[in-house]
């Protein structure tokens, strides 16, 4: 059979309005609802399914009135009126809530005519997923900004601070007074005594203690990045600088305290900026042209001897003396071994708290090990090696034997009558191991006025070298070299 030729081409009006025709059947047959409305805001047309969603009535004409009328909370008109798109928004139609899409209709003139709105999908329960996806996300996000929250403020407090030392004390009263005042602190410490801690409790009980409390650490950031994280950054200040600016950190304490954690390992040229900062009270961002005024108060810290470096010219003098307005000595744990049992208290029962089982305790020996090592590391190397000693032994009472990582330094009598005194101060013990505690003390200083020659010792300690053998091996005592 012969193809049927159209007896005539139609016009380009014709083309157009059978294109919008067929267009309109798309739409009646593809959404759930369909509308049109022309320029001065009234409804031309509706689709059926519309008409069913909110109610209406078959009896009354629709066409002509006002979109709002009809609609109230439609937005068709402001499309007409603006000319723009709106491709994906959620409207409200009868207390339900729909996934709509509104565009502008052009006349021959490029001119806005009217607009379509389309119903995408009238039960949200098909986006369901895309939904709860965003829903996770937007949780997710609310649980990175809290975490961030709660990273600027304090962690500790003064009475975390464990120690009833005269140097303990003294530090700790020196760490009250200057969260009483304002002005920059400087905590000097060898590693693990305590700054970090000190420097939170000291901002905890300060004025600023509702404000953040930033901090940064100048010996972790690498020097090209330590300036920017600083002060900040302004769009295109070097090549990977973004589009946006970045705050830094020094903004981001402003109405609190930020924390420089080693600043002895702060770039020289960093130092002179930094110095201004803290002179002028206010913060240029790199790659920026304006000041920004900040209010921060600076707590520093540095395990480096900060006036060596002065002096050999690798600190700045004038930074020094803006810093070192409230210096505060942290003590070695060596030189002040008399914390050692209430600090091992506190951090075994830490060390429970976190692995969720019991607190461990010492045993006499035990302590008496710990009291003995010098800890170049402080407490920071307690608590490790205390955590060691939990993870390797089942031990309740952790004995000397459950501590084979510390070197087995010999005792000498002060480090253990320190340890043994504080430690019969702080609990009362079974008979049994303070007695095992007061010879094994003995013991080393007989070992000690003897030159460790055992049979001088057993000797001075009236018993038979057989026996003090024996003692030295129940004791867990390290026998030394001279085995006579
Ligand atoms: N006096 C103390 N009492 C209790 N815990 C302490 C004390 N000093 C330090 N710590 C603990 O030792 C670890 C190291 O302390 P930190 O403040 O980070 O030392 P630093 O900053 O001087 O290196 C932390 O776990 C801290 O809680
Ligand atoms: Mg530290």
Request: net charge neutral; charged share 25%; proline share 4%.
């Amino acid at each position: 059979m012969a193809r049927q030729v159209p007896a005539r081409l139609s016009s380009d009006a014709e083309v157009r309005s059978l294109a919008a025709s067929s267009l309109v059947k798309l739409f009646d047959s593809l959404y759930e609802g369909a509308v049109v409305i022309d320029q001065a805001g009234r409804i031309t047309w509706i689709n059926d399914k519309y008409k069913a969603l909110i109610g209406w009535n078959g009896s009354e004409a629709i066409e002509g009135r006002a979109i709002e009328e009809v609609l109230p909370n439609s937005r068709l008109r402001q499309v007409v009126e603006t000319g723009q798109a709106d491709l994906l928004d959620v409207l409200t139609v009868g207390g339900r809530q729909m996934v709509v899409s509104r565009i502008p209709l052009h006349g021959e003139a490029g001119n806005v005519i009217g607009a379509l709105g389309v119903i995408l999908y009238d039960r949200l329960q098909a986006l369901k997923p895309i939904v709860s996806k965003f829903q996770q996300m937007q949780s997710d996000l609310a649980t990175v900004r809290k975490q961030l929250a709660d990273g600027r403020q304090a962690k500790y407090r003064f009475s975390q601070f464990v120690g009833t030392s005269r140097l303990a004390a003294e530090t700790k009263e020196q760490a009250r007074r200057a969260a009483d005042r304002e002005g920059a602190v400087l905590l000097l410490g060898e590693t693990g005594t305590g700054k970090e801690l000190l420097a939170h409790a000291i901002h905890a009980a300060s004025r600023r203690a509702e404000g953040p409390l930033v901090t940064i650490n100048a010996a972790a950031i690498p020097e090209a990045l330590l300036e920017a994280e600083l002060f900040g950054v302004e769009p295109g200040a070097y090549t990977g600088a973004g589009t946006r600016s970045r705050s830094g950190k020094f903004q981001l304490a402003d109405g609190g305290t930020l924390f420089l954690d080693e600043v002895g390992d702060m770039p020289l040229s960093l130092q002179a900026k930094l110095l201004r900062v803290l002179q002028e009270g206010e913060v240029e961002a790199l790659g920026g042209n304006r000041l920004r005024p900040v209010n921060v108060r600076v707590i520093a810290a540095t395990s480096r001897d900060l006036k060596a470096m002065m002096e050999a010219g690798s600190f700045r003098a004038d930074l020094y003396y803006r810093l070192n307005v409230l210096p505060i000595r942290l003590p070695p744990l060596r030189e002040r071994r008399e914390d050692i049992a209430m600090l091992c208290e506190t951090l075994l029962e830490q060390i429970a708290e976190q692995g969720g089982e019991a607190s461990r305790t010492l045993a006499a020996d035990g302590l008496a090990r710990l009291g003995c090592h010098d800890w170049p590391g402080n407490v920071r190397e307690l608590r490790n090696v205390l955590e060691q000693a939990v993870a390797q032994s089942d031990n309740r009472r952790l004995a000397s034997a459950d501590f084979p990582m510390l070197p087995e330094t010999p005792a000498t009598p002060e480090k253990l009558s320190v340890s043994l005194a504080s430690s019969v101060e702080s609990r009362v013990r079974p008979l049994r191991e303070v007695a095992a505690a007061a010879e094994r003390l003995e013991i080393l200083r007989a070992l000690e006025a003897t030159g460790r020659v055992k049979l001088h010792a057993a000797k001075l300690l009236g018993i038979s070298r057989a026996q003090l053998y024996e003692k030295l091996s129940s004791l867990g005592i390290v026998s030394g070299e001279a085995d006579i």
